[in-house]
């Protein structure tokens, strides 16, 4: 397979995705080999092996995420012969791009995509009811630390211009600035005190990916490490787009974290008060 980048990559990879009657999207085992660029098919069966056991022990019935299959080949002067397959649900393929070698570049990449897709769909099936805004709000901080921290490593000095590339990746092209004049949001808040919960999700997804790929892949300058920063951004902004969700710069601001964690203090001297 010759070198590509990561979108055709995912051109490859969206080219032979299928979808049953149902619904249900689904690649074929021969097909998705050949998309990360495993020459033998024993040596990708025994990955699809060992991605199944990592379906059991995630409490996940693997026989409802991979099926073993058969299909005729032609061969020869017309003959034919009957060949092995397996029809792969998109947790079986998340599964067997975790479970292969990183440093096979495709591999690499469907860690990525899979990784991407999976966490934005959690996100977006996730019980609001069951869901802490604030805890979210922290949990993006951290990320950003994490995240500063790679950067420094990489040789980032300008970190307004580092994130201002990230968010330009994710919200098609706005920066900050533009991002919260779009929103209706107070030029002196933080973006972030305002983001609602799919948003906070992408930011934190944009923010600990692009951690990971400036680490892995031993990004050095500041200019490579904002266009990484750009890329990974835009690639999650196309990853909402694919499962029809809304656009971050689209998603309507909520009230401050910063009022919300407030009242709760609030609350919480009220209960002592009362005990006392």
Known sequence: MDRVNYGDFVKRLDNVRQKAQNGQEYWMGRAL??????????????????????CANSEVNPDGQFRRTTKLI?????????????????????????????????????????????????????????????????????????????????????????????????????????????????????LLDRAGRVELAAIELKNATTEEQLIRLKIQGEQPAMDTHHRVGREI????????GTMPEDLRPEESTKKLESARRQKKLSHRGEKH
């Open 33 to 54: 080999q050949e998309v990360l660029n495993y020459a033998r098919w024993e040596n990708f069966e025994a990955l699809i092996e060992k991605a199944k056991v990592a």
């Open 74 to 190: 032609t061969h020869g002067k017309g003959g034919q012969r009957e060949i092995g397959d397996w029809y792969l649900s998109r947790y079986a393929c998340y599964l067997i791009a975790m479970n292969g070698d990183p440093q096979v570049e495709e591999v690499a990449f469907a860690q990525q995509y899979f990784a991407i897709e999976t966490r934005l769909r959690e996100q977006e099936t996730q019980q609001i009811a069951e869901y802490d805004r604030l805890d979210h709000r922290r949990r993006v901080t951290a990320t950003v630390k994490a995240l500063s921290s790679a950067a420094k490593r990489s040789g980032v000095q300008r970190y307004g211009l580092f994130y201002d590339a990230g968010y330009r990746g994710l919200y098609g092209g706005l920066g900050l600035t533009a991002i919260k004049s779009r929103k209706g949001i107070d030029p002196k808040e933080e």
């Open 237 to 244: 902004r196309d990853a909402m787009r694919k499962i029809g």
